[in-house]
């Protein structure tokens, strides 16, 4: 019998939970035996991705969907046979609103994808001064930017080309959405590339993306209808469920609880092996080591290894948030409430950042008579909330929304998620610095990193990631280790 290879991950969030599961395969595949362990420091896996069931409401503490453009998680839950349990947005209350000038206003069709295709709604709707509609407009005229290697951050890139009333009070509120980060660092070509190439090609994003529209290829009748984002059916926990159960019927042992204090090296340069030494006292060996966590704990992690690797991997910013989902009496609330939910631009000067209408936007996630919203708070430069208490985090969401959707009755139940250090910041020079840690460590045989914090924030990112972290895992192994 050929020894097994040994493979460690650490990290028992989406990213680390898909690259034990990628690992799988090619072993079945070439006959290898393998030894895969999963370290998880917090009792639960899953990471941020937390669902809470309780009394017939499915709350999401973390993320509540993905996209579906990106075909990565669409494709894991095929293999897990869970794409029947993937539900569409309820398309009966297919509208967003943004608070703006006092009121919620309609957010224009089509700019979640960031560029208006129809500038006239903007016109009706309040939302922009005739002056600043006219300047948005201007992008289709305003030549492209020469080629230089000046990277723009999202502010600089979307004021330049739509101007900075459409940046703040359309763009703006969708990427605090998104990255709970600050538009004046966040770098364009780290967060949205295919916006800069989007210029390049056609000199101006409403010209690219009426482009886009008439290349789209026209969807097939029998082909199953998707919208921009998709859930399952139960909720996101069930991805990880069903990832769990897959990789202990595998054979894949998974600690929880187990915090990995300290990588160490052990073997020679031209055969390297690993130990990592667990808070709770005991160690594990290893062949290979996926770290799958948070860059300023890979930093730590590997600061023996490579001192520069670590130092830039600590050069990646983290944003604090929270979310807030309250149960209300349907009854109450129903008068009040219209389409998905809203978002909040920066200038506003609230405490939110969006609140979404769960149980309008997902069927099932909450019993009749009841209305589920989710409110989301904090990112960059207010973090501070994270620090309040619960009571006074409730208030101060209840107040927002009785200000801004006239909300007056109090929530049924509440549930607050904290998520301090949870969404890495890209910000200028991210690609670079990420080019080259990925460069250090593969220095470095046997090492990698993989997650939330190099290619990509969401969850169809951080799946393929750790698909490709595994694809490189499997042939280091199969290739070099006896
Ligand atoms: C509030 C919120 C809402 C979001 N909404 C969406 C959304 O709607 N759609 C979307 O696509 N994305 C969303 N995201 C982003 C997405 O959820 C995350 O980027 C993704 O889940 C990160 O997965 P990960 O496995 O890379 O990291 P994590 O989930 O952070 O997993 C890393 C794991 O490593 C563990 N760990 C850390 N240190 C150690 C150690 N020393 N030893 C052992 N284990 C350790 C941690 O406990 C953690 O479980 C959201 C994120 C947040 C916070």
């Known amino acids: 019998m050929a020894t097994p290879k040994r493979v460690v991950i650490v990290g028992g969030?989406?990213?680390?939970?898909?690259?034990?599961?990628?690992?799988?395969?090619?072993?079945?595949?070439?006959?290898?035996?393998?030894?895969?362990?999963?370290?998880?420091?917090?009792?639960?896996?899953?990471?941020k991705i937390l669902t809470n069931r309780r009394d017939g409401v499915i709350t999401e503490g973390g993320p509540d969907s993905f996209l579906t453009t990106k075909p990565a998680?669409?494709?894991?839950c095929e293999k897990l046979g869970l794409s029947s349990q993937l539900i569409n947005t309820n398309q009966e209350h297919a509208q967003t609103f943004t608070y703006s000038k006092g009121r919620l206003r309609q957010f224009p069709q089509g700019l979640i994808s960031m560029v208006p295709t129809k500038v006239g709604p903007l016109?009706?709707?309040?939302?922009?001064?005739?002056?600043?509609?006219?300047?948005?407009?201007?992008?289709?005229?305003?030549?492209?930017?020469?080629?230089?290697n000046d990277e723009e951050t999202l502010a600089e890139f979307f004021s330049r080309r739509l101007g900075s009333e459409a940046f703040n009070r359309l763009i703006e509120p969708l990427v605090s959405g998104i990255y709970a980060g600050d538009a004046n660092e966040l770098s364009v070509d780290a967060t949205f590339p295919h916006l800069v190439?989007?210029?390049?090609?056609?000199?101006?994003?409403?010209?690219?993306?009426?482009?886009?529209?008439?290349?789209?290829?026209?969807?097939?009748?029998?082909?199953?209808?998707?919208?921009?984002?998709?859930?399952?059916r139960g909720g996101l926990g069930d991805l990880i469920g069903s990832l769990t159960e897959r990789l202990s019927d595998a054979g894949v042992s998974l600690r929880r609880g187990a915090n990995v204090r300290e990588v160490q090296a052990l073997g020679s340069q031209a055969a390297p092996a690993y130990?990592?030494?667990?808070?709770?006292?005991?160690?594990?060996?290893?062949?290979?080591?996926?770290?799958?966590?948070?860059a300023y704990v890979s930093a730590g992690l590997l600061r023996p290894f490579d001192d520069a690797a670590a130092t830039l991997l600590n050069q990646i910013p983290y944003a604090s948030t929270l979310t807030i989902s309250?149960?209300?009496?349907?009854?109450?609330?129903?008068?009040?409430?219209?389409?998905?939910?809203?978002?909040?631009p920066?200038?506003?000067?609230?405490?939110?950042?969006?609140?979404?209408?769960?149980?309008?936007?997902?069927?099932?996630?909450?019993?009749?008579?009841?209305?589920?919203?989710?409110?989301?708070?904090?990112?960059?430069?207010?973090?501070?909330?994270?620090?309040?208490?619960?009571?006074?985090?409730?208030?101060?969401?209840c107040r927002e929304l009785a200000d801004i959707a006239g909300i007056q009755s109090l929530p049924l139940r509440?549930?607050?998620?904290?998520?301090?250090?949870?969404?890495?910041?890209?910000?200028?020079?991210?690609?670079?610095?990420?080019?080259?840690?990925?460069?250090?460590?593969?220095?470095?045989?046997?090492?990698?990193?993989?997650?939330?914090?190099?290619?990509?924030?969401?969850?169809?990112?951080?799946?393929?990631?750790?698909?490709?972290?595994?694809?490189?895992?499997?042939a280091y192994l199969w290739d070099c280790v006896p």
């Not at 390049?200 to 994003?205: C, D, E, M, T």
């Open 326 to 344: 309250m149960v209300f009496a349907l009854p109450e609330v129903k008068h009040l409430i219209r389409g998905y939910g809203f978002v909040v």
């Open 73 to 76: 998680a669409l494709a894991l």
């Open 197 to 232: 190439e989007l210029e390049r090609k056609h000199g101006s994003l409403i010209k690219g993306a009426l482009a886009m529209q008439r290349a789209r290829p026209s969807q097939k009748p029998d082909a199953k209808v998707r919208t921009l984002f998709t859930t399952l």
């Open 414 to 474: 509440t549930e607050v998620y904290r998520w301090p250090r949870a969404m890495p910041q890209y910000t200028r020079g991210h690609r670079e610095r990420v080019r080259r840690i990925r460069e250090r460590i593969a220095r470095q045989p046997g090492l990698y990193v993989t997650g939330a914090a190099y290619d990509g924030i969401g969850i169809p990112d951080c799946i393929r990631d750790a698909e490709q972290t595994s694809a490189k895992v499997t």
């Open 346 to 397: 920066r200038v506003e000067n609230r405490s939110l950042i969006a609140a979404t209408w769960s149980s309008m936007k997902w069927a099932e996630r909450a019993p009749a008579g009841q209305c589920l919203v989710r409110c989301y708070l904090g990112g960059r430069g207010r973090e501070h909330l994270l620090d309040l208490d619960d009571a006074e985090l409730t208030r101060r969401a």
């Open 13 to 47: 969030g989406i990213s680390g939970l898909s690259a034990a599961f990628a690992l799988l395969e090619p072993a079945r595949n070439k006959q290898v035996p393998l030894q895969c362990t999963v370290v998880e420091g917090q009792d639960y896996l899953g990471g």
């Open 123 to 148: 016109f009706h709707g309040g939302l922009l001064s005739w002056a600043g509609v006219v300047r948005m407009g201007a992008d289709w005229i305003i030549p492209r930017r020469a080629r230089t």
């Open 275 to 294: 130990r990592l030494e667990l808070e709770a006292g005991d160690g594990l060996e290893a062949d290979a080591v996926i770290l799958a966590t948070p």
